[in-house]
């Protein structure tokens, strides 16, 4: 099989392309891009230095406020913040404000400018538990505050969610960048250390002034039709291990998929880019209330993917999976070498003292527990941010706020 899964779908900018979109920006008084972004990268402010090729300062306004800042730039949806309201709009079409951040933090890169800086020493240290998006802006967040950071995780590579997004929309190496960089300021990371199981909460509460846990969805739901059956994995197993091997997996000639939201479109593109022929996605939505965006969508489609929409697997035998249609009287059934269910994630947070309510911590306070020295932010905290990583972000920098003013902080 040929494999194109570390192709570049959408190659950055050239320094001509990035000059002549930035000079299309109408440079807006009070700018609704900067207004839309969770993080509050202020794209107009940095659109701006562009515009004078400053892009050292460029980079200097994205990091301000974004320690993910060349993340972001890949896979943002930007469409649903920064882009969305964008006067230019109104004349054409918005601003690519997603590929002018990944020029200019690109150009940080390869110019090995280090704008983070750490804070002076307050004595104090924090745990952050989980190293996906919202931990890592939360240890950045912390050490400019002064903190002394520890960052526990369970498995042995760093990243969290971003080690799944498969490798065509976000390179393993721009996320180790990211890190090395965290790592540069003299955060701690300790991997292969599941807290609750390996060390407590308590462990952490008497080594640290604060923990904050940060566990995201880190698994992959399972239908109990489909459970213990050795044709199927998981959505997120599947990708894990994908981009772990850097696309260097056996997978056979027809697959089927289960599942029509984002993290689906993710496995059908892979298994094409992948080369396998056959993939067919069975989903619940119909088309008209699809839940992966339409771009996602007709990207699928167009690269031979076989989308049926509307059924709900009713039986399971083997590797054969017989559907019926939510409203009509119709039936199908589909045999594949490999099921890849793709129905969902879910925190697992036994062991952290914690209770989840639909799936989130709210005590009522943002990020705060029932225990006074355990915080959460990320994908589990109750928060007006959608589960995304610049959502992550927005909760990591707010959680070491609210934790430092816990401490008696200014
Ligand atoms: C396939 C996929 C594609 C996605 N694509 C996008 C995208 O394009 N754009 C976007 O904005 N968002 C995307 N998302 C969503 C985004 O990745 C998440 O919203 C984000 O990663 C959540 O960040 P987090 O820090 O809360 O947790 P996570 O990223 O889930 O990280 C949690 C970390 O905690 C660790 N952990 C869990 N329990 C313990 C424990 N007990 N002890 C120690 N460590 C523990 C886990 O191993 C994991 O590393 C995608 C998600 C998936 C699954
Ligand atoms: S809203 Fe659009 S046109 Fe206005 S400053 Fe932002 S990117 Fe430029």
Do not use: W
Request: aromatic share 8%.
């Amino acid at each position: 099989m040929d494999s194109n899964y570390k192709k570049d779908f959408e190659p950055g900018f050239s320094p001509l392309n990035v000059c002549e979109e930035a000079a299309r920006c109408l440079l807006c008084h009070d700018a609704p891009c900067s207004k839309a972004c969770p993080a509050g990268t202020n794209p107009d402010k940095f659109i701006r230095s562009v515009r004078f090729r400053n892009f050292k300062g460029a980079a200097e306004t994205i990091r301000e406020n974004n320690a993910l800042g060349s993340i972001c730039a890949r896979v943002c949806p930007t469409e649903k913040y920064c882009q969305k309201g964008c006067s230019r709009s109104g004349i054409d079409k918005p601003i690519d404000i997603g590929r002018i951040q990944r020029y200019v933090t690109d150009f940080e890169e390869a110019n090995k400018m280090k704008i983070l800086e750490a804070g002076k020493k307050n004595g104090k240290s924090v745990a952050l538990v989980g190293s996906g998006p919202a931990a890592l802006q939360a240890a950045v967040s912390f050490n400019k505050l002064g903190y002394e950071v520890h960052v526990y995780e369970k498995e042995k590579v760093l990243g969290g969610m971003l080690r799944l997004i498969p490798e065509y929309r976000l390179p393993n190496r721009v996320v180790d960048v990211e890190i090395k960089r965290i790592e540069d300021l003299g955060v701690k990371f300790h991997t292969g250390v599941e807290v609750g199981k390996k060390v407590s909460v308590e462990d952490l509460k008497k080594k640290h002034d604060a923990v904050v846990l940060a566990p995201g969805y880190s698994y992959g739901k399972m239908l109990p039709a489909f459970e213990n059956n050795k044709y199927v994995i998981s959505a997120v197993d599947f990708l894990r291990e994908v981009k772990a091997k850097g696309g260097a997996v056996k997978v056979p000639a027809n697959v089927l998929v289960v599942g029509g939201g984002d993290v689906a479109m993710d496995v059908v593109t892979t298994l094409k880019l992948l080369g396998v022929e056959h993939v067919t996605d069975v989903v619940y939505e119909q088309f008209k209330e699809f839940k992966a965006s339409k771009k996602e969508l007709e990207g699928a489609q167009k690269m031979g993917v076989t989308i049926v929409d509307g059924y709900v697997p009713s039986k399971v035998e083997g590797n054969v999976v017989t559907f019926a249609h939510r409203e009509i009287k119709a039936e199908i059934k589909v045999e594949a070498d490999l099921v890849v269910l793709a129905v969902g994630q879910y925190p697992e947070v036994k062991g952290l003292g914690i209770e989840l309510v639909k799936g989130e911590v709210n005590e009522g306070k943002p990020y705060y527990t029932k225990d006074p020295k355990v915080f959460v932010c990320g994908d589990i905290a109750h928060s007006a941010y959608d589960k995304t990583v610049v959502g992550g972000v927005r909760t990591g920098k707010e959680v070491a706020l609210y934790v430092h003013a816990a401490l008696g902080g200014k």
